[in-house]
């Protein structure tokens, strides 16, 4: 396969960078929204969620389809491929374990809350799954920070590198 060139390697770390902002910026908004619905108030509790859903639609979403892209290119169309460097294969699995929890447990507990919004009005704030979904969303969510901040720091400090033998 052809190689991208030094100009195209440019292009594609600042499309990376940016997508990675828009994720992660997305991941952290959603966080401090969540903090501050007052699950007491169900207008708040409503716009909160449609909230949720808008940055999660149209921030992290992209933000997270976009990385996955960019790393399959640099994966199949660069030297550094997926798994010739342990800190870049790691990276590349924390990332698909991160974004299968963003697919499969945030999304779904933030979907399945609306829902519960739109039913039972008033009454879904009292119910016990609402609650709980609304619970374990947030820790899915810290999970997500953590692990998109381990990656960051995988990305800079590249560690379990071959180290250069002396002369």
């Known amino acids: 396969m052809k190689k991208i060139g030094s100009n195209g390697m440019k292009w594609l770390k600042i499309i990376h960078v940016f997508l990675v902002v828009l994720f992660f910026g997305g991941i952290l908004s959603s966080i401090a ?39 399959l290119t640099y994966g199949f169309f660069t030297n550094w491929g997926f798994f010739k460097h342990r800190w870049v294969g790691v990276k590349f699995v924390l990332y698909m374990i991160q974004t299968i929890v963003g697919i499969f447990i945030v999304d779904e507990l933030m979907v399945a809350n609306m829902e519960l919004l739109e039913t039972q009005k008033e009454m879904a704030l009292n119910n016990p799954i609402f609650i709980r979904n609304h619970e374990i969303r947030q820790y899915a969510v810290y999970f997500q920070v953590l692990v998109t901040t381990f990656i960051f720091i ?4 590249k560690p379990w590198r071959k180290k250069k033998r002396g002369r």
């Open 33 to 71: 929204l969540n903090l501050h619905i007052d699950l007491t108030k169900y207008d708040e509790s409503y716009l909160g969620y449609k909230n949720l859903i808008i940055i999660s639609d149209h921030i992290v979403k992209w933000g997270a389809i976009g990385t996955l892209l960019v790393g």
């Open 154 to 157: 995988i990305s800079f400090l």
